[in-house]
Structure formats: C-alpha cells, structure tokens
C-alpha cells in the first residue's frame, strides 16, 4: 500500500496535457472505485500549493493551470476533486455548506449572510458500491495530524460535528438537525476520534453560576492535558497559571476523567483537552468548549 501510494504522490501535472490523462497516472493500478476515489484524495491533498502559485505561464485549461487557479483562490478544493472523481468515472457531488474551521471558536454563530463569511465552504460525496460518502479534500490538505485519514469517508455521525450542510439531504442521516444545532455543538478535531476519546457533555457552550465545573470525558490508554483559556472581559489571566485551577480526578473503573474547574474571575473561557501524541512528542488538540461565567450571586 505504501508503494502505491509513493507513486500515486509522484505524479506530475506538468506531464499531461487534459485532466483525463492526469487522473489516468493517478489511478493506475487503483482496482476499486474506492481505491480510485482514494487515490484522487490522497493526490490532491498533498499537492503543494505554493508551488502551483508560481506557475504562470500554465495554460487555464491544463492540470497545471488548474492546480494554479486552486492556489490563486478561484477555484475550491470540492470543484476540483468532483472534476478528477468524475474523470475518472465516479459519481461525485459537491456539497456545499458551512465548516467549523481550525480557527473557529465554539458558540460562534456561522450562518450569516456576509459575503465574506469565513466558514462557507464545500466538500465532497462520492458514490461508492452504492451509497454516498463524505470527503473534504481541503480540510485532508491542511498540515494538521489525523486530518487527511479522517476527511476520507468520513461517516456522517462524525461529519456533523465539523460540517453543516445547506441542504439537509447531504447530512445523510435519518435525524434532521438544524444549524443552531451544529452551532450549539463543542468543536472537535479528527484527534478526538484516532484516540476513540469521547466527552459526555456535546454542548459548545458550557455555564456556571458559582465558578465550578465539571467536565467529564470517557478515554483509555491515552495521556490528556486540559488547557484554560481566559478571553476577558476581565483582568487577563495566564493560561500557565491557570492549569492550576483545575483538579483532574482519574477513574479507571470506567475509563474516565473529570476535571474540575475553579475560574478565578467572571467573563468567558475556553476549555480545550489536549491529547499527548508520543510519535510526534507534541500535543494536539482533541475538543474546545466556551465556558461563560457570571456569578448570579452578585
């Protein structure tokens, strides 16, 4: 599989002239439509953006010229994978919608009419052995671990949390939700499912009354680090120092963690559970809540 991908991944768009014999190299040896719908993701996502930047003289119409239009803005991830999938004889949608962003913060209202709105965006469906399945080939391309495994056939119980889409038929599910819904959902990466880690409470935005919570998430065999951040209105707070305002109760009974928060200060927070990667050595982040607080006492 290794090798086949090695060479799925040296294939030139200089070398060709129509995209039909470009998705030709990219399938070559691909003996499935999903092998082929794989190998076109796979493709696509490691493409180098900068590069295809400075190829100028690239006729608009070549492989080239259209990997450079994807570089300058103008054309979008989604567009160009539908253009190889169905080259390539698949049956392919775009789908377009709204995406919680690696920059989005939890309880941020995505559905405005802006024409600037920084969380439209598109993906993909492709139909395989008879049923659609999601793929985001630009949210694969980002240089972020786990993201190009987990935006491939993602199934549609984890593709809500991340994606929205305008037409609810694309949520593939038979439960109907509403954009409020995917607003009022916490924000997670593709971490929070490689280590199977799952938090109880599923809401973006968590309250207290008094200055204690309590956030409890079920995982096994994994080293996790919760991390506070203060955004105000207040006096700034110190994320270093205010690790030390969460007590982490450890339960092996059932494979669970509580943290518990003590917020020195009223106003608005946010919680994020990082997960230690060991082949990296670096932590990554698995989910994000808002945490508001307001003493009602006072």
């Given at each position: 599989?290794?090798?086949?991908?090695?060479?799925?991944?040296?294939?030139?768009?200089?070398?060709?002239?129509?995209?039909?014999?470009?998705?030709?190299?990219?399938?070559?040896?691909?003996?499935?439509?999903?092998?082929?719908?794989?190998?076109?993701?796979?493709?696509?996502?490691?493409?180098?953006?900068?590069?295809?930047?400075?190829?100028?003289?690239?006729?608009?119409?070549?492989?080239?010229?259209?990997?450079?239009?994807?570089?300058?803005?103008?054309?979008?991830?989604?567009?160009?994978?539908?253009?190889?999938?169905?080259?390539?004889?698949?049956?392919?949608?775009?789908?377009?919608?709204?995406?919680?962003?690696?920059?989005?913060?939890?309880?941020?209202?995505?559905?405005?009419?802006?024409?600037?709105?920084?969380?439209?965006?598109?993906w993909n469906a492709v139909l395989l052995g008879g049923h659609y399945h999601f793929l985001d080939a630009g949210?694969?391309?980002?240089?972020?671990?786990?993201?190009?495994?987990?935006?491939?056939?993602?199934?549609?119980?984890?593709?809500?949390?991340?994606?929205?889409?305008?037409?609810?038929?694309?949520?593939?599910?038979?439960?109907?939700?509403?954009?409020?819904?995917?607003?009022?959902?916490?924000?997670?990466?593709?971490?929070?499912?490689?280590?199977?880690?799952?938090?109880?409470?599923?809401?973006?935005?968590?309250?207290?009354?008094?200055?204690?919570?309590?956030?409890?998430?079920?995982?096994?065999?994994?080293?996790?680090?919760?991390?506070?951040?203060?955004?105000?209105?207040?006096?700034?707070?110190?994320?270093?120092?205010?690790?030390?305002?969460?007590?982490?109760?450890?339960?092996?009974?059932?494979?669970?963690?509580?943290?518990?928060?003590?917020?020195?200060?009223?106003?608005?927070?946010?919680?994020?559970?990082?997960?230690?990667?060991?082949?990296?050595?670096?932590?990554?982040?698995?989910?994000?809540?808002?945490?508001?607080?307001?003493?009602?006492?006072?």
């Open positions: 599989m290794k090798t086949i991908l090695l060479c799925i991944l040296q294939v030139r768009t200089e070398n060709h002239e129509t995209m039909e014999s470009l998705v030709d190299a990219i399938t070559h040896g691909s003996t499935s439509e999903q092998l082929k719908a794989h190998a076109l993701y796979r493709w696509l996502t490691s493409q180098s953006m900068v590069y295809y930047g400075k190829c100028k003289t690239a006729k608009a119409n070549s492989p080239t010229g259209k990997l450079r239009q994807l570089s300058e803005g103008k054309t979008c991830y989604a567009a160009l994978y539908q253009e190889l999938a169905k080259a390539a004889g698949l049956k392919c949608e775009k789908i377009d919608g709204y995406a919680k962003v690696p920059d989005y913060r939890p309880g941020t209202p995505m559905s405005t009419n802006a024409s600037n709105n920084p969380y439209k965006h598109s949210f694969g391309a980002l240089p972020c671990k786990f993201f190009v495994e987990h935006f491939f056939m993602t199934p549609p119980d984890e593709m809500r949390l991340s994606h929205f889409p305008k037409d609810k038929r694309w949520l593939l599910m038979t439960q109907s939700l509403s954009v409020h819904d995917f607003e009022s959902t916490l924000k997670t990466w593709p971490t929070m499912f490689a280590f199977n880690i799952r938090p109880l409470n599923m809401k973006s935005v968590l309250r207290s009354y008094d200055g204690r919570l309590s956030i409890t998430v079920l995982l096994r065999n994994v080293a996790v680090t919760p991390q506070l951040e203060y955004v105000g209105p207040g006096t700034p707070q110190d994320t270093d120092a205010l690790a030390f305002n969460i007590d982490q109760e450890i339960r092996n009974v059932d494979n669970a963690e509580t943290f518990h928060l003590n917020l020195p200060e009223e106003g608005t927070y946010y919680f994020t559970l990082m997960v230690h990667d060991l082949e990296e050595d670096e932590d990554i982040p698995a989910f994000q809540y808002r945490v508001d607080y307001k003493d009602e006492l006072l």
